[in-house]
């Protein structure tokens, strides 16, 4: 079935080091593709999107690209920020069901 | 003006009580959501709306009803609440529900 594999967690990083967070997916077709955020005590925050094969999406610094013939959709950051600590979700838009499907979630920690 | 919101953000209850959980998005979208985020971060679809129509209905126990008076909103009651219904509850939207979702802050609901 369709499901989405992101890396587990926690990430422990140190201030201005680079980021990977990966993310797989099982879908049928080409589904739109997300990474939401999700800070402390708070809800889900889109961060970036992707919606055709070698689409680049980004945003404050995050970087992800839609690779079709790996079917990944990989987070980076070249240089993380204490307050990028969070739990980020890789996501797709299951067209069919027209709804979410979401990875496990990746706790990342940065320390000063 | 917030997009989406869903009141209340906690809710504490005893076991056995009905209890209801509202959401309300000014987006002017047609689609509606709820998630539930169990202890572990993971995030489940419940149901999903469009035009006030069901469109997902996953395997929850029949204790939980969704009611759509309008597109605008999505309520969700439970009755007969149970320990394993303590969970964090998402109420989203979006736009013909091939789009990213838009969530709210989530409520927070423990029984004991």
């Known amino acids: 079935g369709n499901s989405v594999t992101q890396m587990e967690g926690p990430v422990t990083l140190s201030e201005e080091a680079f980021l990977t967070i990966n993310c797989t997916y099982t879908?049928?077709?080409?589904?739109?593709l997300f990474w939401y955020v999700q800070y402390p005590g708070e809800g889900l925050q889109l961060l970036l999107k992707?919606?055709?094969?070698?689409d680049k999406g980004s945003n404050k610094g995050f970087e992800a690209t839609y690779r079709k013939e790996t079917t990944s959709f990989h987070l980076e950051k070249g240089s993380v920020q204490v307050s990028d600590s969070a739990v980020y979700f890789c996501a797709f838009m299951d067209t069919g069901r027209r709804a979410l499907t979401f990875g496990s979630g990746t706790r990342l920690q940065v320390q000063p | 003006d917030t997009a989406v919101s869903q009141t209340p953000k906690y809710l504490v209850t005893q076991m056995g009580n009905d209890k209801s959980i509202k959401c309300e998005q000014n987006?002017?979208?047609?689609?509606m959501y709820w998630y539930k985020q169990d202890s572990k971060k993971f995030l489940k679809i419940m149901f999903s709306?469009?035009?006030?129509?069901?469109?997902i209905n996953e395997t929850v126990p029949n204790r939980f009803s969704p009611k759509s008076p309008d597109k605008a909103h999505l309520n969700l009651h439970i009755n007969s609440l149970e320990l394993g219904d303590s969970a964090v509850y998402f109420c989203?939207?979006?736009?013909?529900?091939?789009?990213?979702?838009?969530f709210g802050q989530g409520t927070r609901l423990t029984v004991v």
């Open positions: 879908a049928t077709g080409y589904p739109s």
């Open positions: 987006l002017g979208h047609d689609t």
């Open positions: 992707a919606t055709k094969a070698d």
């Open positions: 989203a939207s979006s736009h013909e529900g091939n789009t990213e979702a838009f």
């Open positions: 709306y469009n035009n006030k129509e069901l469109i």
